[in-house]
């Protein structure tokens, strides 16, 4: 009796433990799975989000990809800048052309302007003395009427002349000789100017003397003793004045 109740106690015992063993192990595996299932949630929300950009990067790479179309559209544009920078060169250069025209133009008509600057201010002393010689004859003179000289051998010669008229002659023939050089040097550009009356110009006017002159104003060309010439819009001789003087 004692041996078959130890034989029915110990199935007892082992059959509550076989029970507690797979209750425990049971719940061990459903704590296991449900662990599993969350790490398999958070994996795969954290991998979400790769596999968009993975996904757009694609799209990107699809849409960038090289082809014919494409890179004849960037030829094109790059020819397109290649002709832009090529057309602003030549017009840069077409620019730079038209400027060193106009100047040697300029140059060119300037050398023959001026050409005889030299020899124009050499010719003007013959001018001034051209000028001193009508000069030198009063117009009382030469209004007196012509009387053939009593004093002269051929007095009764029908052609003889008299004193007067020679003079007259010879006053007319400086004269016209005087105005055709005059006329000469103007067809060059060679023009006279008398400052008389005019504010001094040390630029165009050379000052001989100052004299105090009652009722004029100071720095005023009384007199011009030798005539000033242009030629164009250059000086080529300045004028010699006197001045009247500040005496405050």
């Known amino acids: 009796m004692n041996a078959a109740y130890v034989r029915q106690a110990f199935h007892f015992s082992t059959a509550s433990l076989s029970s507690r063993t797979i209750g425990r192990s049971s719940r061990d595996a459903l704590v296991s799975y449900g662990r599993r299932i969350v790490a398999t949630r958070q994996y795969s929300d954290d991998k979400a989000p790769a596999a968009e950009m993975d996904a757009e990067k694609e799209v990107e790479s699809d849409k960038t990809e090289i082809t014919p179309e494409t890179e004849l559209l960037?030829?094109?544009?790059?020819?397109?800048a290649e002709t832009t920078d090529l057309k602003s060169r030549l017009q840069y250069l077409q620019a730079d052309f038209l400027n060193l025209q106009r100047n040697a133009s300029r140059e060119k008509e300037q050398q023959r302007d001026f050409a005889i600057t030299r020899f124009a201010g050499d010719l003007l002393e013959t001018v001034d003395v051209l000028a001193l010689a009508l000069k030198s004859v009063p117009e009382s003179v030469l209004a007196q009427t012509d009387s053939p000289s009593s004093d002269s051998p051929d007095s009764s010669s029908p052609n003889s002349k008299s004193v007067q008229t020679y003079l007259k002659e010879l006053h007319q023939g400086v004269d016209m000789?005087?105005?055709?050089?005059?006329?000469?040097?103007?067809?060059?550009?060679?023009?006279?100017?008398?400052?008389?009356?005019?504010?001094?110009?040390?630029?165009?006017?050379?000052?001989?003397?100052?004299?105090?002159?009652?009722?004029?104003?100071?720095?005023?060309?009384?007199?011009?003793?030798?005539?000033?010439?242009?030629i164009k819009d250059r000086l080529l001789r300045a004028a010699q004045v006197g001045v009247v003087q500040d005496t405050s």
Not at 185 to 190: I, N, T
Not at 196 to 205: C, R
């Open 74 to 80: 960037k030829t094109i544009k790059a020819k397109e």
């Open 177 to 230: 000789t005087h105005r055709l050089l005059l006329s000469t040097l103007f067809k060059y550009h060679v023009k006279p100017f008398d400052p008389t009356g005019d504010k001094f110009d040390p630029n165009h006017h050379e000052a001989l003397y100052q004299a105090p002159i009652p009722g004029k104003e100071p720095g005023t060309v009384i007199e011009c003793q030798k005539t000033g010439y242009m």
